[in-house]
């Protein structure tokens, strides 16, 4: 069985501020910064393994959308957004 | 080109979301015979599950900077798929060698060294 | 000697570069070094690396403007194809492999951009190979912070009226925009409406192109 679904639609959640040396899919410019989810996507074999040929269980994917200006301090226009997906493992639920 | 002006030694090189950069060069070209075998060797070998499209991304990334900047875009993925193809023990280091070394005595040019 | 594309033009109408004809690169040399050695080893064989080139090939952005065109002129199909756009594609008819495919609509309100930061993820297997700009360093790393200014130099301007979503290729997903359907084209058929859906609409740097 999968990992279920943490996070509905909706959920404001933050990206964890880590730095690992090696393959990930989470960019630096989205680390530390909160989002909404867009939308839970799907559980995929987990990147941070495929990458290095280990054997890779699932992690759940989702689409999370970003303020510009929480991202960059402002915007070229208010509203304008980013939207990426981010694995679960990189996501806290905003209290 | 310039390199990225990121000194955080965490944020790896290809991490480049947001860092300034200039306009957007618009020149193209058409992929060449050797590109597009690349492209089709990268496809194979991941659909006989050699590797993933992961492992890929990971032997580009640490090629480090330099690779992005100095060599072309196929150049790099040929590159990491031999990467991941010794990786995973398809062929050895020892039988890449040999079989270079073989080709370049073919011809000086890339017509001259398939093997017809 | 053999050349065995030196006569033939690109789909594009270019040549293509000489590489046949220039000195052996090292680089050259490992491709071809990989590809005997797979095939010694039947891992692949020669027809198989040739089919998969003529099926790359295949792949255009005609294919995208052929969706795109039946969503304009079909709303069961759009509902379809914004709720699962691999499967409408492949409804179509198009083999896009195991690609996982999104399409993001454009509307009077919102404008979608399509970038890949981290690589250059692209909806290869429905539009094919993607341009050069696509995986430059300049359009990686501006498109996230400003995507009005890269727009810009695309030719493509728009009002503050309108939101712009960058849509940053991270991870499993591509994205491909449905771009808004153009006024004056009510009375076009499918076969016309797609002549007018460019490659860089549906990656968001363009806009379809007014009918004559």
């Not at chain 2, 050797?34 to 070998?45: C, H, P, S, T, Y």
Request: proline fraction near 7%; charged fraction near 25%.
């Amino acid at each position: 069985m999968g990992p279920r679904r943490m996070f509905e639609p909706g959920t404001s959640v933050s990206v964890k501020k880590l730095q690992p040396p090696g393959h990930v899919r989470t960019p630096t410019y989205l680390r530390g910064k909160t989002g909404i989810i867009e939308r839970a996507i799907r559980p995929f074999k987990n990147p941070e393994q495929l990458a290095y040929g280990l054997p890779a269980g699932e992690k759940y994917l989702y689409r999370v959308r970003f303020d510009m200006a929480e991202i960059w301090g402002s915007a070229e226009v208010p509203g304008d957004t980013v939207d990426a997906e981010i694995y679960e493992h990189w996501l806290e639920e905003m209290s | 080109m310039s390199k990225s002006p990121s000194t955080d030694p965490a944020r790896r090189w290809h991490d480049m979301g947001g860092d300034p950069a200039g306009e957007i060069p618009m020149d193209g070209h058409d992929f060449a015979l050797w590109e597009k075998r690349v492209d089709a060797l990268m496809i194979l070998g991941s659909l006989k599950g050699h590797f993933t499209v992961d492992g890929l991304r990971r032997a580009l990334e640490d090629m480090g900077e330099d690779a992005f900047e100095t060599m072309t875009y196929y150049e790099r993925w040929v590159a990491a798929v031999n990467q991941n193809l010794i990786e995973a023990g398809v062929y050895s280091l020892e039988e890449l060698a040999t079989k270079m070394a073989e080709i370049k005595s073919r011809g000086e040019t890339y017509g001259a060294a398939q093997d017809v | 000697m053999p050349h065995d594309h030196a006569e033939h033009l690109s789909p594009s109408g270019h040549p293509y570069r000489q590489d046949n004809d220039g000195p052996l690169t090292y680089w050259q040399t490992m491709e071809i070094a990989i590809r005997e050695l797979m095939i010694e080893k039947g891992e692949v064989s020669a027809a198989e690396v040739t089919a998969q080139i003529e099926a790359m090939d295949a792949r255009s952005p005609a294919n995208g403007a052929a969706v795109v065109a039946r969503a304009w002129t079909d709303p069961d199909f759009k509902a379809r194809l914004l709720d699962d756009a691999s499967a409408a594609s492949r409804e179509m008819g198009f083999d896009i492999g195991p690609m996982n495919l999104l399409a993001v609509e454009n509307t009077s309100d919102v404008h979608n951009l399509i970038v890949c930061t981290l690589c250059s993820c692209y909806p290869r297997n429905l539009l094919g190979l993607p341009p050069d700009w696509y995986k430059t360093r300049e359009y990686r790393s501006r498109a996230v912070r400003e995507p009005r200014a890269v727009l810009r130099e695309f030719g493509v301007q728009l009002p503050e009226t309108k939101t712009v979503r960058v849509h940053d290729s991270t991870a499993d997903m591509r994205y491909i925009v449905l771009p808004a359907r153009p006024s004056g084209t009510e009375n076009l058929d499918t076969h016309a409406l797609a002549a007018l859906v460019t490659r860089d609409s549906m990656i968001g740097t363009g806009l379809p192109k007014d009918p004559a």
